[in-house]
């Protein structure tokens, strides 16, 4: 078996710990960490560092690769943050696909449109066909005058359950249409094929590569409100060793079903696992998000009396789903925004450990934005991971104008509560979200650790983002920062044995960095120049 050496860098151990060392890969594994003055053992292959940092692959908790790689190979807004430059976008698109019978894409900021939200106005004469674009955080859509008429939406149509249009003063549709009203336009997309979903998830772990990512948990996997169904994707490409992550499938819990469906869920864990792909994780989504008023609170939003936002699910329903999925030994992943969900999501978890006792699932809950302090400690007792969005939680503009002001002074403080989590013993894990936010971990860990934007960012836009922290002593130490993104993650990926570490033993899953990231100034604009995945190359910096 070949042997590649690794020398004259900086390796990341883990604990916050960096050291001058080198390291020898034999095949697929780590065998040796040599500390800097030790004898160098002689290997057919030398890789020479030049003083960057040599990590294990970044583990991303929480991303949703289909939807962003569909975005990109449609009309990806995501790498601007400009009127001028979406418009410009949306233009070269449509004239270099000229027989597409509708115009997709998304990942435009409502904050470059005077009152948050675009209108088809905007796309006057810019084109003839039906534009469709889904906003960054894909709770809306910003549609063309063709698309309005093409779906027969005008001023009688009304809003959806569960969503709205956003009307002018004389109550006509201004082309902003917001959750559930999305579907209202919909079925003029055409469901992309096969190929399509296959191409696009192969562009996403390209780009996951390319930012160090070696393994992820896909936070929605089955028929969800999220976009098509990568499974059969997933499965195709782990099956033609296309599929050159390591990958955890979090399969969507129907909320308009019960516990019956666990047997699917059974069956796709075990087909999945004939492939090498862990389908053992299933996502519960207990609310939606704080700027639209979806988020699930134990209080109303401040200026809005008896407006506790909404629970897709009630406590009672979660405490029986936990329970049962728990005793058939999944991992559950819950989504909870609002103090009311998280803690909800903690009750069926204890309500889950008292009947089947601790079975060591691994439970997980995302985002976390509120936090009722009386539940911080809950996550370390329960085992609890706190799988946090870090790179949100910063003075962005659309926080600090539509979500502060719902929280009010005092609930503010309990916003992203990320070192209360850590000084109580939670164990923190990193998800980016993707494409809702950047899937550069370097950029999460960074923001984790300063609460504010980095400079390097076009979506870091706000007075202050970039200098004034959001709740600076809600900063996480760099070495839980970093292991969020590691270890941890690893953990939570039922990896931790073989991957997360530089530790001989471990699987190669390796990420060269050009920067000294010891060093917090250098990750705005260090670059990723190779990923390995078990001793080969995935990526490689052009
Ligand atoms: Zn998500």
Redesign the pocket.
Same mark, same amino acid.
Request: no cysteine; aromatic share 0%; proline share 0%.
């Given at each position: 078996m070949d042997a590649t050496l690794f020398t004259n860098g900086t390796l990341y151990l883990g604990a916050g710990a960096f050291e001058r060392a080198s390291l020898l890969v034999v095949g697929d594994r780590i065998v040796d960490v040599i500390p800097d003055g030790g004898e160098l053992p002689t290997a057919a292959h030398l890789v020479d560092l030049a003083g960057g940092t040599l990590l294990p692959g970044f583990q991303d908790a =929480?991303v =949703?690769p289909l939807l962003a790689g569909l975005q990109s190979l449609g009309i990806d807004l995501k790498p601007v943050h400009d009127r001028g430059e979406y418009l410009r976008l949306i233009a070269d698109y449509a004239a270099a696909n000229p027989t597409a019978p509708v115009l997709t894409g998304g990942g435009w900021f409502g904050d470059v449109f005077e009152g948050g939200f675009p209108t088809a106005a905007e796309l006057e004469g810019v084109d003839g066909r039906p534009i469709m674009l889904h906003s960054h955080d894909a709770h809306g859509m910003w549609v063309n005058a063709a698309a309005l008429r093409a779906a027969g939406i005008d001023g009688a149509t009304p809003d959806p359950e569960g969503g709205r249009l956003i009307r002018d003063g004389l109550g006509q549709p201004t082309g902003m249409l917001l959750e559930s009203a999305v579907a209202l336009v919909e079925h003029l997309m055409p469901a992309p094929g096969e190929a399509l979903v296959e191409a696009a998830l192969e562009a996403a772990q390209r780009e996951l590569h390319s930012v160090g990512v070696t393994a992820w948990q896909d $936070? $929605?996997v089955g028929d969800s409100d999220l976009g098509p169904n990568p499974l059969p994707a997933y499965l195709r490409l782990a099956a033609d060793g296309r599929l050159t992550a390591r990958v955890v499938l979090a399969q969507w819990w129907d909320r308009a079903r019960g516990v019956e469906q666990i047997v699917d869920f059974e069956r796709v864990r075990a087909e999945a696992a004939a492939v090498g792909v862990d389908a053992g994780t299933v996502k519960v989504m207990i609310d939606g998000m704080v700027e639209n008023h979806t988020a699930s609170m134990l209080e109303p939003f401040e200026g809005h009396p008896g407006d506790v936002g909404i629970a897709f699910l009630s406590p009672e329903a979660l405490v029986e789903l936990t329970t049962a999925l728990d005793a058939a030994d999944f991992q559950v992943h819950f =989504?909870a925004v609002g103090d009311a969900a998280t803690r909800h999501a903690l009750d069926a978890v204890e309500a889950a450990i008292r009947r089947n006792g601790r079975r060591g699932n691994r439970h997980h809950v $995302?985002h976390l934005d509120l936090i009722d302090t009386s539940d911080i400690a809950r996550f370390a007792e329960l085992d609890v991971a706190a799988n946090v969005t870090a790179v949100w939680a910063r003075r962005d503009e659309e926080i600090v104008h539509r979500k502060l002001p719902l929280l009010g002074a005092e609930r503010e403080l309990t916003h992203f509560p990320f070192g209360d989590l850590h000084r109580a013993g939670a164990r923190i894990v990193g998800g980016s979200?993707w494409p809702?936010t950047t899937p550069n971990p370097l950029w999460s860990i960074r923001t984790a650790v300063t609460r504010t934007g980095l400079v390097e960012d076009p979506h870091a836009i706000g007075d202050g983002v970039l200098t004034h922290p959001l709740l600076g002593e809600q900063a996480l130490p760099l070495g839980v920062a970093l292991d969020a993104y590691l270890s941890e993650a690893a953990w939570v990926n039922r990896l931790e044995g073989e991957t997360g570490r530089l530790e001989a033993g471990r699987l190669a899953d390796l990420v060269w960095v050009d920067a000294d990231l010891s060093d917090l100034d250098a990750y705005g604009s260090a670059s990723v120049r190779r990923t390995y995945v078990g001793g080969a190359v995935v990526y490689q910096a052009p």
């Open positions: =929480h =949703h $936070a $929605a =989504h $995302a979200d809702v």
